[in-house]
């Protein structure tokens, strides 16, 4: 294949991806029945064998927070509901509650649950695999219950078990996972890759470096266009988030700041100052995207919807979709450069 042959299949390949709902690296990777097998029996110290115990019934057209789910599947009564999160987030519990609820209408039909008899169903278990820059623990639970906005108790809980796959971290797991270190060891080398190049060539040669390594070699060689493709994507989106949420916080924090320490003559410097801090860094979580933009964060959002128009070879409306803003934003940002 000519270099221009596989340019093409490359950009092609990227229009594929994009419409199919923005599958991940790792969803591809955990869909196949042998490798999600290996995954559980790492996480359970279990040692099933024959993948055909294992029923996939990942829900194809749910699709939450911007995206699609990665895998979920029932084994030995189990019903496990397995995520990869690139990017933290706290609303995982809340995700998982209405991935839950669709599996379990799904699996019970029309069965009366009026019934006098009991209707069993099977025990869930909601796994999610994290390799985002914020420093986390080697693992650590989100429940469901620090959402409530009254800080009650409530009569509905459910606990996310989250584990740190950033290389280097839980690595009895990663020895026993082949493919999680397969997994593990590209992102790394994408993100090492990064801080010296651009994201294509970052990318490509992650790619190459694993095969020679024999890291995911048979995955890789068989869908080199494809990974390279969901992967610059991937970035894109996960370095446009992290952007617009860190200089919102700043920007938040300094407006709290200043609100706290005028507050401060009447109702104590100290207490405004805190009170300002905790209102600023709210206000930068949840309203950074408007508030908190800077000039800088104008240049990345048109850099990036720019990039996906022309890696993925999409509309404005399609692009500015992709990356998680809107064509009037993109405009807005276009005018200010």
Known sequence: MTKEMQEQATVEQGKCVYRTYKDRVFRILFNDKERLLELYNALNGTNYENAEEL????????IYINMKNDVSF???????????????????????????ADLYKKQLGGKDLSARSLVKIPTPYYVVFYNGLEKKDEEFVQKLSDS???GG????????????????????????????????????????????MELQLAVELAVEECIRKDILK??????RDEVIAMSIYEYNEEYVRQSFFEDGERAGYGK??????????GKGKA???????????????????????SDGDNDRLVKSVESAMENFKIDLRRACEGIGTTVEEYRKAKEKQ
């Open 271 to 293: 207490d405004g100052e805190k009170a300002g801090y905790g209102k600023g860094k709210a206000d930068g979580e949840s309203a950074g995207y408007g508030k908190g933009r």
């Open 55 to 62: 029923t996939v019934n990942t829900l194809e057209n749910a």
């Open 74 to 100: 029932i084994i030995d009564h189990n019903m496990c509901l397995y995520e990869h999160q690139s990017t933290f987030s706290p609303n995982m519990p809340l995700r998982g509650l209405l991935y839950f």
């Open 218 to 223: 048979e995955f890789l060689q068989a869908q």
């Open 148 to 150: 409530f906005e009254n």
């Open 153 to 196: 108790e409530g009569c509905i809980e459910l606990k996310v078990r989250a584990i740190n796959i950033n290389f280097g971290h839980n690595r009895k797991l990663l020895e026993k996972c082949k493919t999680l270190y397969g997994y593990a060891y590209f992102v790394a080398e994408v993100r090492k890759n990064l801080e010296s």
């Open 256 to 265: 709290g700041k200043a609100d706290g320490e005028k507050a401060g003559y």
